[in-house]
């Protein structure tokens, strides 16, 4: 079945450490996003990728990094320079051509602890 | 992208019809509006999207103003499952981000 899948659902991570969250999609999208969500809070950008090898600053990229070398993969490394990584972070795809509707379609999340 | 101002919290009773709004005046010639619910801890699900034109689909409707400076999401007979986090999200094609808001809370109740 095509889809977004990431990996791991669950991370606890110590302070200081760096951490990599996985971000796969079998739909040959171009698109790749990645998104923190705070309880009770929307979702804020945090990086986007429209093509392979090249990646944009969303709205709180300040301590996070990513890398686009696949167009099926977007990993998204949490640093420890980011001061509150305790979140639950979404990765999203959609396709690009003028046919495309937009949609973006969704991962289940990962939702990384810092203790 | 331009921002958009929805309530905060919303309570619908089973069956009934739920009308969201979303103000978006800010909203450019070449921007369309989407929305998105989100159910507990889950990722966003996609409902639906339109331009200037009316849409219809099988989850739900969209009422864009003429003006479309504001626009309503029909969920036409609500049930408990519909209980979620609803985000109007406006959006310029192809390639533009989408920035979400605080959506609405909609409590769907017997």
Not at chain 1, 91 to 109: M, R, V, Y
């Amino acid at each position: 079945d095509g889809g977004i899948t990431q990996s791991p659902k669950y991370l606890f991570r110590k302070e200081g450490q760096n951490v990599t969250l996985s971000c796969e999609q079998n739909l040959n999208h171009d698109a790749m996003y990645w998104y923190r969500q705070d309880p009770g809070q929307g979702l804020r950008l945090i990086y986007y990728s429209q093509i392979v090898n090249d990646f944009q600053k969303g709205d709180i990229a300040e301590g996070y990094s990513v890398s686009r070398e696949k167009k099926e993969s977007f990993p998204l490394t949490v640093t420890s320079a980011q001061k509150n990584p305790t979140a639950f972070y979404l990765c999203a795809s959609s396709g690009l051509g003028q046919a495309n509707t937009g949609e973006l379609f969704f991962g289940e999340g990962s939702r990384l602890t810092v203790l | 992208d331009a921002k958009t101002t929805q309530p905060t919290s919303m309570d619908c009773a089973e069956g009934r019809a739920a009308n969201l709004p979303c103000n978006h005046s800010t909203i450019s010639g070449n921007e369309y509006v989407y929305w998105y619910r989100q159910i507990h801890s889950q990722g966003p699900q996609y409902i639906i999207h339109g331009l200037k034109n009316n849409e219809t689909n099988e989850m739900a409707s969209l009422i864009i103003t003429e003006d479309r400076k504001s626009s309503t999401l029909i969920l036409p007979h609500a049930t408990l499952r519909d209980t979620a986090v609803y985000y109007c999200i406006v959006r310029v094609l192809p390639g533009g981000k989408l920035i979400f808001g605080q959506g609405t809370e909609l409590s769907v109740k017997p």
